[in-house]
């Protein structure tokens, strides 16, 4: 399939919602991701791997499913393959601030960069 999603379009796909307090999420991007779960439709799970291509070409778009998909490696590798390293990467603190990070007071910023470093070790290894 050839397509092209708008400017506006993407924007749409990765509005997020707000009702939570934890980490806000859009809806189809995660309607897309858990459909990519289900091995049953070769045609349309090639069709959503497009349109996460497409959204992600926006920075924003990139980011939203690389949040998404940190938790899914073997999703992100199917979609991104060794292009995914970067964007992982870059989820990452600076290492000038790895110091103060090693001191979390909070355990959810500890785990969020041990799922980027997880990650990226499976690159590492595939790639």
Known sequence: MSCSIHL??????IELEEEGDDEPESVI??????RLKKQEHPALRNNLKITLEN???SPRGFKAIT???????EIFDEVFGYRAVKPIYETLPPMSKWD???ELDEPDEYFKGQR???ALCY???KY
């Open 116 to 118: 980027a470093v997880k």
């Open 8 to 13: 506006e379009g993407k924007q749409q796909i």
């Open 100 to 102: 103060k990070f090693l």
């Open 67 to 73: 949040l998404l998909l940190i938790k899914k490696i």
């Open 29 to 34: 991007l995660n309607v897309i991701i858990n």
């Open 123 to 125: 690159f590492f290894k």
């Open 55 to 57: 959204v992600s070409e």
